[in-house]
């Protein structure tokens, strides 16, 4: 469809004659009063002039990044200022840029500021400034300004804008909330009281929340009556907490019985002991720097003992371990 170009009509004469020797208030420009010649002072030349000077300023901020004709099919760009990304750039012009006769091409300046000559515009409308539409039709251009896409543009949230966990309907953008973990209430996004499951939570606390694994030697190794026991501490998420801890250990004949120390040795071979409470049967411990003790426990005769190490305030057990029992 073709533009429709309305006929404006002229203010009645006798309006425009109340305009002389006024000043446009909306543009600062004046009407030269009626009577105004040479003679006058200020003369009617000043006048004229003072008027043109005051009116290409104004006509300046137009003229920034116009597109024009410099003949021969090629067409120069005004030098302007403008703001993309985020950031201030400046255009610093152009002039003789040849065009294609017979061709319709797009004049643009990109995201690193470089004139651009093309068949078509991006499709990101956030990754340019629009300048001109130059049409090529047997050794003549007929440029048509696109200036004003971007001078009188109004923003708005596109698709793009909602992203994951989000939702665009109307122009207004909304948060997707599953109603058991995150919640709105009274126009606030909030956690739900309960919305955290253990599995959640683990992950946070994983290493705060300790536990013991044993691993349990062969007999009679390193020597007769001997056994390794090594325990490592991980966090609840079976991953090794590689730190010092402070640890409690004892042995007892019974799983979570009491210490017992009957017919039984034993030594520190990794970690640092801190202190005894039950000679050979229950002892305070540090652990190395790997998150571990390991004790030589030496038995003799035929026994069955459990060996039970507290961490924080849970208490771990490592399961019958025999001596002499074939």
Do not use: C
Request: charged share 15%; proline share 4%.
């Amino acid at each position: 469809m073709a533009d429709q170009l309305p006929n404006e009509v002229f203010p009645a004469a006798a309006a425009v004659a109340l305009l002389d020797g006024t000043l446009d208030p909306a543009t600062g420009l004046p009407y030269i009063a009626r009577g105004t010649g040479p003679a006058s002072v200020p003369s009617y030349e000043v006048q004229y002039n003072r008027r043109l000077l005051r009116q290409n300023r104004r006509l300046a901020l137009i003229t920034e990044g116009l597109v024009v004709d410099k003949g021969g099919l090629t067409f120069g760009v005004y030098p302007f200022d403008y703001r993309l990304g985020g950031s201030f750039h400046r255009f610093e012009g152009a002039t003789q840029q040849a065009l294609p006769d017979n061709a319709t091409r797009y004049v643009y300046v990109d995201s690193a500021n470089h004139l651009q000559i093309a068949a078509s515009e991006p499709a990101d409308l956030t990754a340019f400034v629009p300048l001109a539409r130059v049409v090529a039709a047997s050794g003549s251009l007929t440029i048509t300004a696109r200036t004003n896409l971007v001078r009188m543009s109004v923003p708005q949230f596109g698709p793009a804008a909602a992203g994951g966990g989000l939702s665009l309907s109307g122009g207004v953008l909304s948060v997707g909330v599953d109603a058991a973990t995150i919640e709105i209430t009274s126009n606030q996004l909030r956690l739900k009281d309960g919305g955290i499951a253990a599995a959640k939570l683990a992950t946070s606390l994983a290493d705060a929340l300790g536990q013991a694994q044993f691993t349990i030697g062969a007999e009679d190794v390193p020597g007769a009556d001997d056994r390794l026991i090594t325990i490592q501490l991980q966090n609840i998420r079976g991953q090794t907490l590689a730190a010092r801890h402070f640890v409690r250990l004892w042995t007892s004949t019974s799983d979570y019985g009491g210490p017992i120390a009957t017919g039984q040795t034993i030594n520190v071979t990794a970690g640092t002991l801190h202190g005894t409470d039950t000679t050979n049967a229950a002892l305070r411990l540090i652990t190395d720097s790997a998150g571990q003790v390991q004790l030589r426990i030496t038995n003799i005769g035929i026994t069955t003992r459990y060996v039970l190490v507290s961490v924080g305030s849970r208490v771990y057990s490592s399961g019958a371990i025999t001596w002499n029992i074939s």
